[in-house]
């Protein structure tokens, strides 16, 4: 007989209500009287903090799922299950800025001074969920917040596992369907975009309500446009779409993605579909967290440094955009192609995609 | 040249604003200076009723998918995806209870007898999506609200036409799986329920902690879980849960909802998994704003009755529970056992179930 | 020099990190390999109960507000501050449902079993919150859920101190205005209900569009309103309507927050009708939020017994529309009449609830 | 007998149901079969833009009540109302965005073509708003999005009136309080402020974990903030503020709306001090509403041109922060200081500003 059997689980015990209720001890009571607005300062980041204990529960089972390759659909199924898990958290996170905007500028100030030089930015476990989001690979992580160094260290380590940004460029960058037998599916691709280009021409030469200048602009436009596609392909001219900021993930990798947004009605490409499209949402949501989050430092503080020194809303406010991790999936869309000019996959290759759930017969003939 | 190449488009027209944004016309105006409030009032009705169209669009084309056997993969991700677009705006149909409480009841006084008799049970297109969902084969619908005849008519109409309820009845009740080859996967269900309870029993009899009444409370439960598992599995006894409005669909129908949820990590159960699971997010979120529409009721209007006559409050809070289409598959779980109990499927049927997306390499020996 | 200038506050310091984020212990890890999803149960009941803490928190000093009269204009304004930080925190626990929705009820199964006999019915602090909100005086509060002794003794303290029900209660009884020098404002509203209902009468009598037996309907409902407002004024006949569960307060504070409704327009009125709203809204949104709950627990555990030994969702529903603690301020509406028909406030009673706030020279004539 | 008695109100007509929901039609039925989720495209922009006309009917009627001087309390109850109703519907305007993006990016490239050049920038209520809420007064506002000239000349008619940013400024501006009989606030409220410097310049001196150079640090930003409290007060500083784009207003409303924030414990600033609030709630949701359209447009365009021929992602995402309209009162936040240095106020004009609502005896001797 275990030991459960013979004690009874307790609630309270189970959640170890005695540490967790007794874990707010605001400063202001060691200098005066309490003011009453500082324990919602203090639950409120700490509710933030086992949130983000939890979202990092569900990114270290992502990327443990993706270091066993093969990814099978079982595993991508789990990671995409988890995947919305983190945003309906992270939901949670921004609804929880309009209770602590309820501590008015002024009520801040009856405790502000105590919690100096403390801050936000010392939250390790927020800077591990930057970092395992592959914030590092993206921007050098400089070490302020003045972080303690056993922290400084645990972070160290952590910038050197693989991130979810490079999870998921290896995995993108082995998807097959780049080449099928003797396929190409790139050049396909390429011959449905000069069709499209050279019919948005046709379309701009003939429009009678086009003045010479807007005509030309148009097809200036157009030029650029088939200049970006020529680049998509090219390797060399991938290269600077990298390095005008466009794409970070490798060039077998954006067109990976491209494939998948353009085949996302194909079954098998369903969840990977969903996925890429998760990732698109953390970014989202972590974005208007973030922006959020500079407002109200603004609304807060106005001009004033931060508890930890920082220089507060225009440091927060100005990072809001640099932080995006997955900007690449944003700005494929720019390639994406009418589904009417898309290329017809050959049929062999549509039947390993599809896999017909369409009643009992057809089980037994697989 | 088409048309559209010789005349542009113009935002205002193609969102045809100028009948939209005339078509509010407070009564209160017609009887003397305009109450303020009206306006909301007419506007917050009106957004609800655009987004009932909306809702009606992507009901009518997930019944029409339905509609259409065999479903096939492409086809049930259409559905998956559609519903999702449904749950999204429902979340916002509930938030627009927030602007509407923002009349405050004395404000509504100010215009609420120029409506009698109008009211909100008179949305036909409200009625149209209950119908389409299936309330009409789950509780007969009474014409209350007067309506007008044709509206009358057209509801009765809508009645005859199959529901999502039918139709997902008639999805469940066709699915294989339930006998494959020489395999009775409820056999084996059979088996691990009777382990599972055999299991509970001993822990009950030997649990120190237990005085003989609590014991027996336990064992009488016991019994009580078991004599359920038996009728679902027994046609007979199935509809005993019937009667006892446990369940709406046929047993067939029940068995292939459970299977789904029993196996969802099955790839090729994903789909269905996620599709029962919006139905059942459709069914709480309705629910949601039946409930926290009968609070606004009685909010305004304290136990008055109703502009259309109605009761007010009472009729709307006690058919809040009454008016769940697909409550069946809440009560499913009740059926549910440990992944440790669950029966391992035969490998042939794994297969059937499975799809490796492991590489390039797999494509090709399929 | 104080301790804190010489030791520098440290984030995690401040919100007790290490106690918090080691305060999950996953029951599952204890009988073989953890199951994932138990985490999100445990840090999602924490994170509600750190919630709980702070919403006992606001609510204690509202309290405290109440309890030392008299209750002036700053008093009353930060009660209404702080009953706004409690509906904006019962917004996030309501959002937190959607993410432990995102456990599965097969994913449940997993662990449910190790938590037998713990349940969410032990929360001590959402009950203290029930009985500081007054759900003590309006039900016979039986101690179920397997408390410890200690908890139940103090639950039974809690108990025996005035909630926020019985502290509006004596509140809106002590307010001034149901009689002013010579002026008896019932009487006024007495005179004003029989014109409004004498009006209906004549449009009931002379609407062409109505047939007899409609007329006849609408007549003995007419009646009936008459009745309800003859008995909320009359002492023996409010006894009647607290017999009919429409009031629980007593007949000076219903009718002092009827004349709260009535005038609000006031100035001096503002905060208290402010405050009126919110003890509604909190009322509804946890309303909304058991009424979700109750969902959740059947969509989880279909109709089996939860955790506790509870009888799970059946429970649940049946509670949710008793445990409204300010009904009774949703029934007022019953009795507002239209600004219309309002009789207007004697001068002087009027300038003692009006504050000019127009200019400079209108301070010096104070 | 008027017309109403003869004739009932049906719900239908009311709403105009027959215009309303025959407004809907998708550009891509013109040139083949219907885009799916044209509708949905229509249908939400439809709902914004009645929404928009329910915030300019709101936002009309806040800038009639300040247009009619003196405002009152009972007139600053009505514009609270009314911009905390703005604020719900704002929320559901962001909420509509989750609904706009269930459209795929390859899903609106099967309608996208057909509504060139038509775009969100046609959008003239919205303008409208834009330009009511202040923001011609900030940045002028080109003629952008290819406007009809009718609707330029409404625009150009609308950026002739009184925005509510003026408004609020010239309200401020008139505000008592800053000279009471002999007493000067802000002199009292200059000597608090060197008193709190003083006090921190000791602080920082005294410190000693802080090595030299981070005490240097410290005292530069000392400097800086003493030199921001100088110009605040100081009119030729204040000046320099507005150059560095600090504040918009003039100085006394700021110096008003600093008294507010200040002083807002005192109940005849309760509503002066929400209203404030409120503007910034507004502000936030805008902005937060733009920044989420900014990466919707980058989600379902990449870099695109959007149809209206904008640049787009860039456009959107640049523009937004600049468009905040009451920015000053963010960084009003840089001058508060803590309640404990906050000069008493003297006891007349506390008095005055006081308002004892503590019995009826009190009324009587007003």
Redesign the interface.
Known sequence: ??E???K??????????D???????P?SR??GPEA?DE??F??T???Y???F??IL?ELK?VLGAFAV??????G??IIV?RL??II??Q??LN??I??LE?I???DF??FR?????????????FREIELRLGLGVLIPQPVTG?L?SE?VAYLADVTGEPSLFEQVDAWLA?M??LK?EDYDFWESYRRAVAAMLAKDRR?IL????FSDAERNAQLI?LDN?RR?FDYLLDPAGFEQLKAQG?FHLRQTSVLSALFI??Y?????L??PFRML?HL?DID?LF??WR??HA?MA????????GTGGSSG?DYL?ETV?KKRIFRDL???????????SLPALPRR?K??L???????QK??D?
Do not use: C
């Not at 390759?69 to 079982?74: G, Q, S, T």
């Not at 996302?264 to 098998?268: A, L, V």
């Not at 599809?354 to 009992?360: I, Q, R, V």
């Open positions: 007989m275990n459960r059997s013979v009874e689980l307790y609630y309270a015990d189970y959640l170890q209500l540490r967790l209720l007794n874990a707010q001890a400063e060691r200098h009453h324990m919602l203090i639950i980041h700490q509710a903090e086992i949130w204990k939890q529960h089972s390759p093969p990814l099978d659909e079982h991508m199924g299950a919305e898990r309906a958290i939901k949670v609804l929880q309009d209770v309820t008015t500028p002024l100030l009856d001074d105590y919690l100096i030089p403390a801050s936000g930015f010392q939250s390790v476990q003045r303690r922290d082995r097959p369907f099928f379309s003939e429009n009678p309500l436009e446009t970006k466009m947004q353009l996302r009605d194909e079954p098998i369903h969840l499209s698109m989202e974005t208007a922006s959020r407002l603004q609304r807060m503080l106005g001009s004033k440094i809303h406010r955009d944003f700005n494929l869309s720019t390639f994406l192609i009418p589904r009417s290759l039947q390993s599809n896999f017909h759930f369409t009643g009992e089980l037994d697989h």
